[in-house]
């Protein structure tokens, strides 16, 4: 067992012990009465909900290059490359400080104090031996999701580049499709910027930093922890439905996010649009500045997967030689919209001719059947129409 002190910037929060192998926690003393605030922790489920901060501030054991990262640290786990640092990350501002530490949040943070930029580039480039000589107080190691990626600092700020997954790039396209609707429909300030790059001979995306040094991200899991709704069904894995959404409308209420039912609208109706299933407690969220308690939804900043494979595991050939089932599978996955959520900001004019977008962005995909930009087309232009008829209704 490791022991730490959790810090939430200068204020101690509790002393706990953890495992660094399985990530499993244990708080031994508690140093602040606020944690509710914080942590969503209560009395009964205060050590789980520990424990899952520990495993999200850390690689995701789906990563697909965890192995070679871990290796070349001679980590024995996610949890234990984080706490080789001090846990940092560039979402909040939680860390860890060792027992007897003095060090204080403006001697670690990243915002202020800069990290080992080598980390991330011996990622981009594959070359993992290089890590031996790199520092593990970098954001990269408490970086969620399964692709390769990295952060980027130079004069324009700080950003998340995400290697592509296939040689060609062909899932990237679909990343930029989604955040082009977003940025349409919704406004810039709704969304976070996606654009496509080159980083070490790869093609990668890229997208800024949607938080300055003086705010903080709360995931899904946090959201929900802060609302005393641990056991929601928004938090399970999977597909979004109306359910998990009616679930988030009340967790964001319950934190005092003012707009809460127009933002899960928007992150619905995004869903519908871009034939994307997945809904996890990572890829949505709550912002709010240190100095406040005053929380606001997080823009839409999750694009991966979106107009891509409307089935998660079948291969484009199936999709494409099998356009009615496709079309059948969509109509029932992708019509959960709730005409009573607010839709007052809801006009899908301004997608108008999109679907001729998405025919010319998917026909310079060489790698892609003809057939396939069709599809895509037609699926957004049904989906369009549903969303419109729901948001019609809810605007009566």
Not at 164 to 188: K, M
Not at 197 to 210: F, Q, T
Not at 253 to 279: E, K, N, Q, T
Not at 345 to 359: K, P, S
Request: proline share 4%.
């Amino acid at each position: 067992m490791v022991r730490r002190t959790l810090m939430q910037r200068d204020r101690e929060l509790v002393d706990f012990e953890v495992d660094p192998v399985t990530g499993e926690a244990r708080i031994i003393d508690t140093a602040s009465d606020n944690l509710t605030a914080s942590l969503g922790l209560v009395q009964g489920n205060r050590d789980q909900v520990l424990t899952s901060l520990m495993m999200r501030r850390a690689l995701s054991p789906m990563r697909k290059d965890l192995d070679d990262i871990l290796a070349a640290f001679g980590a024995k786990s996610p949890v234990d490359l984080a706490l080789m640092g001090h846990g940092l990350s560039l979402s909040d501002q939680f860390w860890y400080r060792a027992p007897g530490s003095s060090e204080r949040w403006k001697d670690v943070n990243f915002f202020d104090n800069g990290w080992d930029p080598d980390f991330g580039a011996a990622v981009l480039l594959g070359d993992y031996a290089r890590l031996v000589t790199c520092s593990s107080d970098a954001p990269e190691a408490t970086t969620p999701g399964h692709a390769v990626k990295a952060w980027e600092r130079n004069d324009d700020g700080i950003h998340l580049v995400k290697a592509a997954e296939y040689p060609d790039g062909g899932e990237l396209v679909g990343a930029r499709l989604g955040f082009d609707l977003c940025s349409l429909l919704f406004g810039e300030g709704c969304c976070v910027s996606l654009d496509v790059v080159e980083r070490y001979g790869r093609l990668c995306s890229i997208s800024p930093l949607m938080l300055g040094g003086d705010e903080e991200l709360a995931d899904g899991n946090r959201i929900f922890a802060m609302a005393d709704m641990w056991e929601s069904s928004c938090l399970s894995t999977g597909g979004i439905t109306t359910e998990a959404c009616d679930a988030l409308i009340d967790a964001y209420a319950a934190i005092g996010v003012a707009d809460a039912s127009a933002h899960v609208a928007r992150r619905a109706c995004f869903s519908c649009l871009s034939l994307l299933l997945d809904f996890n407690p990572g890829n949505f969220g709550a912002i709010r500045k240190t100095d406040s308690d005053v929380w606001r939804a997080a823009p839409i900043f999750d694009y991966d997967g979106a107009f891509g494979f409307p089935l998660n595991g079948v291969s484009i050939s199936f999709l494409c030689e099998n356009p009615s089932f496709v079309e059948l599978f969509c109509a029932h996955r992708f019509s959960f919209l709730k005409s009573s959520w607010d839709w007052s900001w809801c006009d899908v004019r301004a997608l108008d001719g999109f679907e001729d977008v998405i025919m010319e962005t998917y026909a310079s995909c060489r790698s892609l059947p003809p057939v396939f930009a069709e599809l895509i087309a037609h699926l957004f232009v049904a989906q369009r129409d549903y969303v419109n008829k729901v948001a019609s209704g809810g605007r009566t």
